[in-house]
């Protein structure tokens, strides 16, 4: 596999496509998925967050046309109960009926709420897929459900693509979509659900496998195809003529203006069409550089800041702050810490690889492309970068 990766970084981009058509065959076996019919796929809403929410409140709703009563939700309520619950009201919870249950979707914009007033019980479902939390979203969710519902018992669940910790992990328990499949595959089994229900909810299984949950099976297939054929499917991706090219080309337009005016330092053989990365000069000198270009970026810097450019996804742009622990010397480690604590306020794992410890909030960019107005946003990203700085230079 190594020499497959040499051999094909010493080749021309000319030869890299001219080896990868000559071998075409090799996605044959990616008809398992690209030429199955997905009713997600056709409406485009596998990855739109506020779609899954409403998938997910259908399945939730014991009263919904899916025959599958209260299974789906008490799956959920077993998942909470395992992490969550003291032992104590573990029976008395799992033997609830939510049979009368009422799903309500953004009520005070909380994703899920699930009400049984016969068991005087609320779920709390807040479903962060493609997005964050923000303006500290979660208290907000958690006091007004306990304004509300005073006298009810209350559970709060954090579900996102692979069971990330909420911002207060003491009161949110953490749920993958991992869970949500097994959750809702089980549930299927017990039941006999009609065509319509079948398809549809067979449809969502799939949709989730590939686009949210690793499909094993075609990840391993899609890697061995790209360490055969790298260069050129990197070659076709960061080329294919769409608008993300075109933002991309925009903001690689600021960042080199930038980088003359020594503003910033870009590090141009380390962007992408996704992410465009570069360096400042306080940083550097806040985290020195390690002596072999071996960390996860293959660089002596173990930091990058990251403009991320999210136009397929969501028409958006942002800009964050990534750390790398990959070869880090203690010293570089001890202000990794620092800089965590001091942005994030979150705990690092012991064992953790990549951190990152500051993100700005997601900017929209229309159609139009309005290169004077992205300019005017990414002058205002790198202001508060510079402001960040230096309150970080007045703490550490």
Wanted: negative net charge; aromatic residues 10%.
């Amino acid at each position: 596999m190594l020499k497959t990766i040499l051999d094909d970084n010493e080749i021309s981009d000319e030869d890299a496509i001219k080896k990868f058509l000559l071998d075409i065959e090799c996605l044959d076996p990616l008809d398992e998925w690209t030429n199955k019919f997905n009713l997600f796929d056709i409406l485009k809403i596998t990855r739109t967050e506020i779609r899954h929410s409403n998938l997910l409140a259908w399945l939730l709703n014991p009263n919904e046309n899916h025959n599958l009563g209260d299974c789906v939700l008490k799956g959920f309520v077993q998942h909470y109960v395992k992490l969550f619950s003291q032992e104590s009201d573990v029976v008395e919870t799992l033997l609830k009926d939510f049979n009368d249950s009422i799903v309500f979707r953004e009520w005070k914009n909380i994703d899920i709420l699930v009400v049984s007033e016969n068991e005087k019980f609320v779920i709390c479902i807040e479903n962060k897929i493609f997005s964050k939390e923000h303006d500290n979203q979660l208290q907000r969710y958690m006091e007004d459900v306990e304004d509300t519902y005073q006298n009810f018992k209350k559970i709060f669940i954090y579900l996102s693509p692979e069971g990330a910790d909420a911002s207060a992990p003491e009161f949110w328990c953490s749920m993958s979509y991992s869970d949500v499949l097994e959750i809702i595959e089980k549930s299927k089994k017990k039941h006999r659900l009609s065509a319509e229900a079948t398809f549809l909810i067979d449809n969502y299984i799939d949709a989730i496998r590939r686009d949210i949950v690793e499909d094993k099976k075609l990840a391993q297939i899609c890697a061995e195809i790209y360490t055969k054929h790298q260069k050129a499917l990197d070659l076709i991706f960061e080329n294919k003529p769409d608008k993300a090219l075109d933002l991309f080309n925009i903001i690689m337009k600021w960042a080199q203006k930038k980088s003359q005016d020594k503003e910033i330092i870009l590090v141009e053989d380390k962007c992408s069409k996704t992410y465009i990365r570069f360096l400042t000069e306080y940083m550097n000198t806040l985290i020195p550089e390690s002596e072999e270009a071996d960390s996860g970026w293959k660089t002596k810097s173990h930091y990058f800041y990251e403009i991320k450019n999210d136009y397929n996804s969501g028409k958006k742009i942002s800009i964050q702050l990534s750390l790398n622990s990959t070869n880090c010397t203690d010293e570089q480690r001890e202000i990794f810490e620092k800089l965590n604590k001091l942005l994030t306020n979150q705990p690092l794992k012991s064992n953790w690889v990549w951190r990152i410890c500051f993100s700005s909030k997601q900017h929209k960019i229309d159609d139009e492309l309005d290169e004077a107005k992205i300019f005017k946003t990414l002058d205002q990203f790198l202001k508060d970068i510079k402001d960040n700085e230096q309150e970080i230079a007045k703490k550490i």
